[in-house]
């Protein structure tokens, strides 16, 4: 059923992406996606407390049911959406060589190419999220309810920077103040790994989250506005794909370090490596790093 529901959730969002990009308009695309943003990091720090809650009152089915609930709100908010599609020419070309065509299209798009793989090498290297129970337990020795608090951090970052962006103009420039977004990031990861105060921990893991969604945005503001509308949603579904390799694979990578090197170790080598990458994609990538304004 996980199974299932990951393949779902595979065709979802990029469907869901490039019908945002076919309803909002290219001129306040920035904006919205910082609202997006926003309200999706505000239901990854409320949800997992809710959920948390509901399951130790109610027990697993009640908790499941109204996760089911919520699902089949979202369902009937996107039968409520009314809009005209833009006029497409059809073709009877296979899944594979839509796929394939995203692909190369993406890899013609040197800006797009740069700063898809900066997310996807960042995160999968400077990703600290799988190890917070060791951080927790062992090394901040906080228990149960810190690791909570731990976990909600970068998302409460996230929200802040989210709502901060939303009330701001967009960047005049967006490819350096992406670089250095992950800059920041890969710092505040290193931070985390070398803080042994509880505190220090939370607030390098909420701007951590912070620069992130600095990243985000500008990452997912340039796909809409480069790519074709006819090619949204095939470039999204590569966009998916890194994203998912970046956070599942990192995990792995980040207990394969651990297992080898030990925890902190393992975080403050990640986020230097992330750093790395960085400058590495600043000298390779031109088109990046001058990358003017793009809302």
């Known amino acids: 059923m996980i199974f299932v529901s990951g393949i779902a959730r595979g065709i979802l969002q990029p469907a869901r992406q490039a019908l945002g990009a076919e309803i909002i308009p290219r001129s306040v695309y920035q904006n919205a996606i910082a609202w997006r943003s926003s309200t ?17 009152f109610a027990g697993a089915l009640a908790s499941y ?7 089949l709100v979202a369902l009937a908010a996107f039968l409520m959406v009314r809009y005209a599609p833009s006029p497409r020419s059809l073709d009877r070309a296979s899944m594979f060589e839509e796929l394939l065509s995203g692909l190369r299209f993406v ?5 797009i ?18 190890l917070l129970p060791v951080f927790a337990s062992e090394i901040l020795k906080v228990g149960p309810q810190g690791l909570g608090l731990l976990r909600a951090a970068p998302a409460a970052g996230a ?3 989210g709502i901060f962006l939303a009330h701001r ?7 350096r103040t992406m670089l250095l977004a992950v800059a920041v990031f890969a710092l505040a990861i290193v931070g985390f790994g070398l803080s042994r105060h509880y505190y220090l921990s939370l607030a390098l893991l909420a701007l951590s989250g912070m620069a992130d969604n600095v990243s985000v945005v500008i990452r997912s503001t340039l796909i809409q506005l480069l790519t074709p509308a006819h090619m949204l949603g095939r470039v999204s579904a590569v966009n998916s794909i890194f994203i998912g390799s970046s956070n599942e694979l990192g995990a792995f990578e980040s207990g394969v370090a651990a297992r080898l090197f030990g925890a902190v170790p393992a975080v403050v080598l990640g986020g230097s490596a992330a750093l790395a990458v960085v400058a590495l994609t600043a000298r390779l990538v031109p088109p990046l790093r001058t990358l003017g304004r793009i809302g």
Not at 65 to 71: D, F, H, I, P
């Open 65 to 71: 049911g109204v996760a089911t609930l919520l699902m």
């Open 107 to 111: 890899w013609s798009e040197h800006a």
């Open 159 to 161: 929200v802040t920077m």
């Open 113 to 130: 190419l740069a700063a898809l793989s900066l997310d996807l090498f960042s995160v999968f290297l400077g990703g600290a999220e799988a």
């Open 40 to 56: 999706w990091q505000t239901a990854s720090v409320i949800g997992p407390a809710l959920g948390g809650l509901l399951y130790g």
């Open 169 to 175: 103009p967009p960047f005049k420039r967006a490819g």
